[in-house]
C-alpha cells in the first residue's frame, strides 16, 4: 500500500515570498491533516479536512495561509507571503475515519516538506 | 485546552540497558493516546494506540502502558537502531484532532 506522498521535499525562500505544497494522501481516506512542526517541537495541526471540507482550521494564520482539497483527493497548503517564523517542516497526514470508538484511527504521516525562510 | 508533556527531553542509553519514557496529559476527554517514531528527516510512523487505563501493548522490544493521567514507553534491552525520538499524542474525542508533546529524543549507544 501506497504511503502518503508530499512534494517537494525540501524548499528555501526569501521572506515575503510564496510557497506552495502538496500532498496526496492514502487512497480510500477521507480526512486529510495539515500539521507544522518547528524544530525540536511535536507537530501542531494547523488545518483538517474530511473529504473537501473543513472540519478544523482553528490553528491556521489566516492572513497568510490557505489550504484546499479539491475533489476531495490531493491538498495543497499555501504561504503568501513566509515570514521567518514559517521555517518549519510541513506534515501531512491522513485516516480512515471513524466513529466506533473501540476502532484504530490511525493518522499515518508522509515524510514532509522542510522549509527555510531567509 | 488539551496538554501534552513528556520527559525526559532526551535519553542517552548503553545498548541493553532498560529504560522509560514518559507522557502526562491533561485532556476534557480522552478517544485515545498515541505513541509515534519519528527518524531524523522523516515524518512520524506510528507504534501505539491506548484507550483505556490499565491497557497494555507491545511490539518487539517497546511496551505502552496508560493510567488516567500519563503513559509510559518501556524500552527493553534496546538496540543502536531503536535510537529516534518518540512522540506520544492525545486524540480529541470531538474531531479526532491530535495533540502532540515535544518528543523524547533517544540514542543508544552500541
Known amino acids: 500500500e501506497a504511503g502518503v506522498a508530499q512534494s517537494p521535499r525540501y524548499k528555501i525562500i526569501e521572506k515575503r515570498q510564496s510557497v506552495a505544497f502538496w500532498c496526496n494522501p492514502i487512497s480510500g481516506h477521507a480526512t486529510l491533516y495539515w500539521y507544522q512542526q518547528i524544530l525540536g517541537q511535536g507537530p501542531k495541526l494547523l488545518i483538517q479536512?474530511?473529504?473537501?471540507?473543513?472540519?478544523?482550521d482553528s490553528q491556521l494564520p489566516k492572513d497568510r495561509f490557505s489550504a484546499e482539497r479539491l475533489k476531495g483527493v490531493d491538498s495543497t497548503l499555501k504561504i503568501q507571503p513566509a515570514k521567518l517564523e514559517d521555517s518549519a517542516v510541513y506534515l501531512c497526514a491522513s485516516s480512515f475515519p471513524t466513529r466506533d470508538i473501540g476502532a484504530k484511527n490511525i493518522q499515518y504521516f508522509g515524510a514532509g516538506t522542510r522549509l527555510s525562510v531567509l | 485546552e488539551d496538554q501534552v508533556t513528556q520527559s525526559p527531553e532526551a535519553l542517552r542509553l548503553q545498548e541493553g540497558e532498560s529504560s522509560s519514557l514518559n507522557c502526562s496529559y491533561t485532556v476534557s476527554g480522552l478517544r485515545g493516546l498515541f505513541w509515534y517514531r519519528q527518524d531524523p528527516g522523516k515524518g512520524p510512523e506510528f507504534l501505539f494506540t491506548l484507550y483505556s487505563a490499565g491497557e497494555e501493548k507491545e511490539k518487539e522490544r517497546l511496551k505502552a502502558t496508560l493510567t488516567k493521567k500519563e503513559s509510559f514507553l518501556h524500552i527493553t534491552a534496546p538496540k543502536p537502531e531503536d535510537s529516534a525520538t518518540y512522540l506520544c499524542?492525545?486524540?480529541?474525542?470531538?474531531?479526532?484532532?491530535?495533540?502532540f508533546g515535544t518528543g523524547t529524543r533517544l540514542t543508544i549507544i552500541p
Open positions: 479536512f474530511q473529504n473537501n471540507g473543513v472540519v478544523d
Open positions: 499524542a492525545v486524540q480529541d474525542p470531538a474531531n479526532e484532532k491530535l495533540t
